[in-house]
């Protein structure tokens, strides 16, 4: 059959699926804690596959894969390494965050804090950098979508619409089914081609036998090449040099500690156990998909030493489905690594919706909303969100990887001392959390520029984080009297 | 049924759009893709035609001039795979194999033989690539097709819910209402409900539930009146239906069916209700129970078919159950008092004529005896004065039992009487062994006769005297509680069974003299307001307790 068509055919299944699980969630997300939350009723089984689908993005299928094959294991150390400990780290607060019973982390601040303001400004915030982040994944759908049909980039990301708008709409109930789906997808389709991969190679142990043996370029677009043995190593060049990857403990890994994508998964449990357990098994699960992930990337480097085209590191795993290693599997596997796209995005769309109508709007408006005017708001929000990010993806970043990193630095260095500060240190004051914001946000004014010039050396959310842990510190401890008075 | 539960307004709605809207957008895409795929076919077929016609001009202007090969090389030049030429016998002269057969399969899409060399010139169609070529030609056409069915079917979806979740929010309302309807109020219906008509039936909704809230207040009130009414009346109230469910009880008659302790004919007062309401006729007669102590309980039922109203077809029962218990022994009481005065009066005739030629008899018996001299016939004589002395004193408590005297009721402190009492025993007590202890509170005091109450108390006391041996002991106690005194008499002696007991209870219920004076007793406690309890096992003594009503000492002028 014509490559393209069972691509249509496969796309409108796809379409098919997520539009009778659009449509089923609707009726489901008529008050503001049904919308975000489910009413904290939904299994467990569906609260791991929503955190496990919105974990696994394109920066983890095409971006991870890709500098696997290029770099090696090295590529992990600098992400897989540090999410693991930053969710090791947000195990540990688990309990307490499920116990405060709000339903966005900005509502947090002002439970505790009794601050409107606090709460808009870190929901403005929350907006803004999932706005950036959602990038990450409409540029997955783009490149793949692009690589199915054979369309220009700019046209192929106009699909995405097609379904993180639809699916977002229907709220968190609508986000957990998709995302259920998109994981079984995904699993299947990495099963099927680490398969593939083996199959081809000769062996799961040749896989990294062969690995140890690559050498050359990985393909056109490389500026270093891999010597024997390099694939195998912790660290590598360039972004994967020791300092910065130990360093990325502090975007990746404090990022993700501090996410409120978890959080918000962490809070719609049940209860405080099944919380901790959905973190737990979804860790047992991710394990599995990063070593199916880096035994296909290192799998494809063994087969295709080098690829005779100018690609960049998130092309790589399309373009070898598409051509060397095309099948009538092929679509299918594509439209997996389409799924998980789909689902950190639906996702990330719901928390802009969260953050636009609850927190900023809903805390700053004169009188309290109807809920019905808050989940119209949050469409909304959705909406707009979901355009913004459109148009900021049509100039992408180079690397999934390294961009998403850098996201997810902004959270460290503004959102991670103020939440576990909140958490778990009882002194912390409404002026440190200020204090902290002001001056993460201040760090993230200086310490960018430097690191995107070359001048710093190591990850910029590392000095930026302690930077406003130490403001959380100082302001606390110099208005904690004033604000006991109070 | 399940597709019927399923054909909801929300999926009419959506059936009915997207159905129009998808028919549309195929029939589009169809038309589109027929119009490519004529348009390349008739391209592709004028394309061969051309070539053929091209090809035919060649060999027809230079054919003779540079041969068959010279022309062959000329086409093969050309490096179109769709050509095949065969010539006279249908040999294959240039072409491949593919296009061979499939000239030998019909699929030629143009075919020329007016040539000079008499050769048959075919444009061959490969409709697989044909096909193929037509997909990637019209992807970006198919793709948008697509992506316009998603949009349709979500904009569908979308449109369908909006327009049934107003709908669906009311009735879900109406169903909660439904299930509570005493809780219903107008702020249950949501407002927000999308278009005009909506909000019409949302407003008509609230305006009925605010009828509705009024009715049921007014109705809420009348029940509680109602329910009052029942449960203050002085009367067990019970409803059944038809089917002998109780519809109402009120709470005198729950107490009184919850008693299951007493017993008429071995039916508690439950069973023997219905077993009357299966009956045709109702029995006027009061029902008595009894319970293994002995305590009655005297009920009168009243049964009352119900009939009206709705429950015309189905008619219930109403019954209604009196305690009259008191009535009963009061009733009982005033039978025994009227019988035992006129047994009293014929008694007192019949002792007060006997008591004269008794006293003749004594008389005269004493006389003889002093003549006699035998010892033998003067201790019969004696022995004959002592028998009547007995009788004369039968007589006397008799005469005492039927008489009825005049009480002189005061304020009586409890402390002295029993130390006269004990005064006045003391040395009979001593006699036996026996110790007299008395102990009452100070100022405690009752409304009675005096002397009626020394009596009951030497009667006691001799009871007791009789009861214990030596050794023994007997008590006298005066104890007050809450608005009561409470006076008894304790001794340690040989106790009494549960017949016996039983036995002296009856002796006192029927108004016997009996054995211990204990007739006369009840009947001079009943004078003064007391009641009377005795409480014995064998070998645990006697206890005969007595209950007043508690006067104060400085109530003497009150009453």
Redesign the interface.
Known sequence: M?K??LY?IY??AY?AIL?VI??SS??DS?SVGKFFMCDRRLPLWRCVCTFVGTWVSAASILSLTGSVYESGLSALMFSVVPWFLGALLMIHVSGKLYATGVTTVPELFRVRYGSKGLQAAFGALLAAVYVLYLVIQIKGFGIVASTL???PYSLSIL?VY?FIL?TS?GGYQSVTRSDAFNLILMIVGLGVLLVIVVARVGSLGGIYSGAAGVTGYAHAGMEYATEAGDLLRPFGQGDFAPLMSISMFFGWGLGLAVNPQYAVRILASRDARSARRMIWISLALLAGIYFTLSSIGLGMRVLIPTVNETLSTDEILTYILNNDLYSTWSGFLLFAIIGACVSTANSQLLLIASSCSCDIVGALWPRPL?E??LVSLSRGAVMAGGTLSLLLALSPPASLLTYGGDVWGVFSVTLLAPVFGTLLWKSTTRTGVCAALGAGLLALAVFYPLYYEGLLPVHPALPGTLISAGALWLGSVLSRKREAEV | MKLRRSLTIENKILMAVVGICVLSVLCFGFLMLREGYTSKLTQEREKGEELLAYISWDIRQFGDNVGQDAILAGCAALENDGLVILDGRGARLLGTEQGAALVEEGSVLAEQRDNGFGWRLCYTLDEAAFQSGLVEEQKYAILATIALLIITIQVGVFVSYGISEPVRRLAAACAAIGERPQEASPELIPTDVGGAETRQLADAFRRMLEELRRYNAALAEQKALNENIVQNLPLGVVAYGADGQVLCVNDRASAMLANETFFAAGQTLRLVLERRLTQASVPLEAIRLENGRGDVRVYQIGVWRLGRGSLETQPGTLCTIDDVTYDKIMEEKVGESEKLAYIGKLAAMLAHEIRNPLAGIRASIQVVGRGLERERDRTLCTSVIKEVDRINELIGDLLNLSRKRESHKAVVELKPLLGEVAMLYSKLAGNHGVTMETTAEPGLAIYADEAELKQVLINLVSNGLKAVGQGGRIALRAQGGPGEVLLSVTDDGAGMDREKLRSVERGIASGGTGRYGLAIVSRLLEQNGGEMKILSSPGGGTCIEMRFRRTDTGEKETL
């Open positions: 014509n393209t068509l249509l796309f409108a379409s539009l659009g449509k609707l009726r008529d049909f054979g369309i699909l097609l639809y709409f109807k019905s005017t």
